[in-house]
Structure formats: C-alpha cells, structure tokens
C-alpha cells in the first residue's frame, strides 16, 4: 500500500528526495511520515507529518530534512539536504489511519564520507 523510492549512494553534503507512493487516499491518514533503521540499530523516527499539517523530527535532522505532502498524487516526500554519514540507514515509509499503522518497504540512502 506504501511504495517508498528515491534511495541511492550519495556524497556528505549532498541531497536526496525520498518519495512514498500510497496505493489509497493519504488524506484519511491521520499520520505520514518516515523512520529509518541503521545497521545494527533500532529503528527510529525521522519525521511526522499529521493531516492537520504539524510536523515533528528528530533532533539529528532538524534543519536539514523537510517532509511534506501533496494529497492530489498520494504521496509523501522527505526531502534531505546536507546529508550526513550518519545519516546511511533503510528509510521506511508510515503511514497511521485511526489504530491502523502501515509500512512501506525500505529503500535504503547510502552517504559517503
């Protein structure tokens, strides 16, 4: 139901887009956002985005990273500027509507140092 895109092998200050594709209407979700799993880590929230348009990020990437939305297409963006080493982890895709939560398959961002 999620089809999340646009990893790769980057450079440290570099930046990518990530893309969520959802299969449904993203409007009826309460939440969107991303989390991100590093070799030998938990798995961790990078970002929210409610319907209602508030936003929430992790520390490590503040300032760097934007989520947003466009309802018309379905899909969820994260945007990553000044990429990190740190940062190199599988990117999943979530999604809540009511007590549901959803996953989309991992794409894996790779930041060279």
């Known amino acids: 139901q999620l089809q999340a895109s646009g990893g790769g092998l980057v450079q440290a200050g570099d930046s990518l887009s990530l893309s969520c594709a959802a299969s449904g209407s993203i409007s009826s979700m309460n939440l969107m956002g991303w989390y991100r799993q590093a070799p030998g880590k938990q798995r961790e929230l990078v970002a929210l985005?409610?319907?209602?348009?508030?936003?929430n990020y992790v520390d490590s990437v503040k300032g760097r990273f934007t989520i947003s939305r466009d309802n018309a297409k379905n899909t969820v963006y994260l945007q990553m500027n000044s990429l990190k080493p740190e940062d190199t982890a599988v990117y999943y895709c979530?999604?809540?509507?009511?007590?549901?939560?959803?996953w989309g398959q991992g794409t894996l961002v790779t930041v060279s140092s």
């Open positions: 985005l409610s319907n209602s348009g508030s936003t």
């Open positions: 979530y999604g809540m509507r009511r007590s549901s939560n959803y």
